[in-house]
Every structure is written in structure tokens, then in C-alpha cells.
């Protein structure tokens, strides 16, 4: 039986099934390795790491007997693949990027890494604007009787919930971007449904937010509304040249 083949745009060849299934075994190898890697460095700088994601709360609390080894292991798993993430893209960009067409490979180029930088800023001005805010809001209640006695596993369930649809939010000006380019949308239209969109911006954080104080509502609603605002202005601005 013959291999089944796949084509290529990047060669002038065929690459038969066989060797995409092992081309994609080698990459992934390499990509065990190397977050393996990125581990080892994480591990050797815990305390930092430790340190900084929990300076915003202060002291934290272990509640149960093995919380702390799997917390710690979780950053370290975590850390090591964000250590590793620029090789791990480049392993999964590798085994992708023949199957596109020159035009194709282009837009990509520009695409991704545009959303890489506006979901490391999301993350950024979560962690550093709005989680101290929210702590800061939220240990406003504590008194001589009520004192907070916060859990590793629970600030950091937190704060994973409250900084990572910051990381998508913020890429809502590409996606309005790229629809505008396709002819789905325009600013007109934008202006016409940002009622709607202020609406759906409360919501959609009501939703996803982990506690259900409309002061953290407001501050994952606040950059949609903005970011769509500022992409209304850029498709306006472009579509006038």
C-alpha cells in the first residue's frame, strides 16, 4: 500500500503521512526536553518566582497537608513552559508553516506575534493594575474581628482567573482588525452596537470574574469597552485612507 501524501506549498515535493507523523514525534520530543529545561531553571529560581506572584496578597497560608507541594509544582510546571514558550512556539511554527502558502506565511508573521504582545500586555496590566486594586478592595473589609487568612491555592486560583481573560480581551482590537480587513465589520457599524457591546462587556465579566463584586466587574468591563473604542478609531482611520 502506498503512503498517503500530504502537500506541501513550501517544496515542490509531496511529505508522505509517515513523515509528518514523525517529523511531528521529533518535535514533540524536543518539546518535552525543553520544557523539562525551562523546569529545571524554574526550580532554581522558586523563590523569586514565589515571591513575586505573591507580594501583591502578603502572607499566605497552607491548608492542606500537601497543598504546598503541588502549588509549588504547578508554578514551577507553569513557569518552565513560559521559559520554554519561544522554543515551544518555534517547534509548533516549524511543523505547521509548510502546509501555507506564501501569502498565508505573511499574514501569520504579522498575526501572531501582534497577539503574543497584546495577551503578555493583558496579563501585565492585570497582575500589576487590577489585582493590587482588587486586593486592596477586597482587605478593605477586614476589622478587629475579621482578619484574612488567605490560602496559597486559593490566591492563586484568583489570580489565574482574574489575569488570564485579561491576556484574551486585550487581543480584541486585532480580531476586530482582521474582520474589518475581511469586510464582516465597519466603524459605522461598530458605533451603531456599542450599546450593545457595553452591555454584553458587563456581562461576559460577570461571568468570568471570580467573585461577584461589581468592583472587579468593572475593571475586566473597563478595558473591552476601551479596546473596543480604540479599534472603532483605528478601522475608521484606516478605511478613510
Same mark, same amino acid.
Given at each position: 500500500?502506498?503512503?498517503?501524501?500530504?502537500?506541501?506549498?513550501?517544496?515542490?515535493?509531496?511529505? $508522505?503521512?509517515?513523515?509528518? =507523523?514523525?517529523?511531528?514525534?521529533?518535535? #514533540?520530543?524536543? +518539546?518535552? *526536553?525543553?520544557? !523539562?529545561?525551562?523546569?529545571?531553571?524554574?526550580?532554581?529560581?522558586?523563590?523569586?518566582?514565589?515571591?513575586?506572584?505573591?507580594?501583591?496578597?502578603?502572607?499566605?497560608?497552607?491548608?492542606?497537608?500537601?497543598?504546598?507541594?503541588?502549588?509549588?509544582?504547578?508554578?514551577?510546571?507553569?513557569?518552565?513552559?513560559?521559559?520554554?514558550?519561544?522554543?515551544?512556539?518555534?517547534?509548533?511554527?516549524?511543523?505547521?508553516?509548510?502546509?501555507?502558502?506564501?501569502?498565508?506565511? $505573511?499574514?501569520?508573521?504579522? =498575526?501572531?506575534?501582534?497577539?503574543?504582545? #497584546?495577551?503578555? +500586555?493583558? *496579563?501585565?496590566? !492585570?497582575?500589576?493594575?487590577?489585582?493590587?486594586?482588587?486586593?486592596?478592595?477586597?482587605?478593605?473589609?477586614?476589622?478587629?474581628?475579621?482578619?484574612?487568612?488567605?490560602?496559597?491555592?486559593?490566591?492563586?486560583?484568583?489570580?489565574?482567573?482574574?489575569?488570564?481573560?485579561?491576556?484574551?480581551?486585550?487581543?480584541?482590537?486585532?480580531?476586530?482588525?482582521?474582520?474589518?480587513?475581511?469586510?464582516?465589520?465597519?466603524?459605522?457599524?461598530?458605533?451603531?452596537?456599542?450599546?450593545?457591546?457595553?452591555?454584553?462587556?458587563?456581562?461576559?465579566?460577570?461571568?468570568?470574574?471570580?467573585?461577584?463584586?461589581?468592583?472587579?466587574?468593572?475593571?475586566?468591563?473597563?478595558?473591552?469597552?476601551?479596546?473596543?473604542?480604540?479599534?472603532?478609531?483605528?478601522?475608521?482611520?484606516?478605511?478613510?485612507?
Amino acid at each position: 500500500m502506498n503512503d498517503l501524501t500530504v502537500p506541501s506549498h513550501s517544496a515542490s515535493r509531496t511529505m $508522505t503521512l509517515t513523515g509528518h =507523523l514523525t517529523e511531528l514525534r521529533r518535535r #514533540l520530543i524536543w +518539546s518535552i *526536553i525543553i520544557t !523539562a529545561a525551562g523546569m529545571i531553571v524554574s526550580q532554581y529560581f522558586i523563590d523569586e518566582i514565589m515571591y513575586f506572584l505573591t507580594s501583591p496578597a502578603g502572607k499566605l497560608y497552607f491548608i492542606k497537608p500537601a497543598e504546598a507541594f503541588f502549588i509549588y509544582f504547578k508554578v514551577v510546571l507553569t513557569s518552565g513552559a513560559i521559559v520554554a514558550s519561544p522554543f515551544l512556539f518555534y517547534e509548533f511554527w516549524a511543523f505547521l508553516i509548510p502546509a501555507f502558502s506564501q501569502k498565508e506565511k $505573511t499574514v501569520l508573521s504579522l =498575526l501572531v506575534p501582534s497577539s503574543l504582545i #497584546l495577551f503578555i +500586555s493583558g *496579563i501585565a496590566f !492585570a497582575f500589576f493594575i487590577v489585582l493590587p486594586k482588587g486586593l486592596d478592595f477586597f482587605m478593605a473589609f477586614t476589622s478587629s474581628t475579621v482578619q484574612p487568612m488567605i490560602s496559597m491555592e486559593s490566591y492563586l486560583d484568583f489570580v489565574l482567573m482574574l489575569v488570564l481573560p485579561f491576556g484574551f480581551i486585550f487581543n480584541l482590537p486585532l480580531i476586530l482588525l482582521v474582520f474589518a480587513q475581511m469586510g464582516l465589520i465597519s466603524s459605522a457599524g461598530l458605533k451603531k452596537k456599542r450599546r450593545y457591546v457595553i452591555f454584553a462587556a458587563f456581562i461576559l465579566a460577570a461571568v468570568i470574574t471570580p467573585t461577584t463584586d461589581m468592583v472587579s466587574q468593572c475593571f475586566l468591563a473597563a478595558p473591552i469597552i476601551v479596546l473596543y473604542e480604540i479599534s472603532r478609531i483605528i478601522i475608521q482611520y484606516i478605511m478613510q485612507k
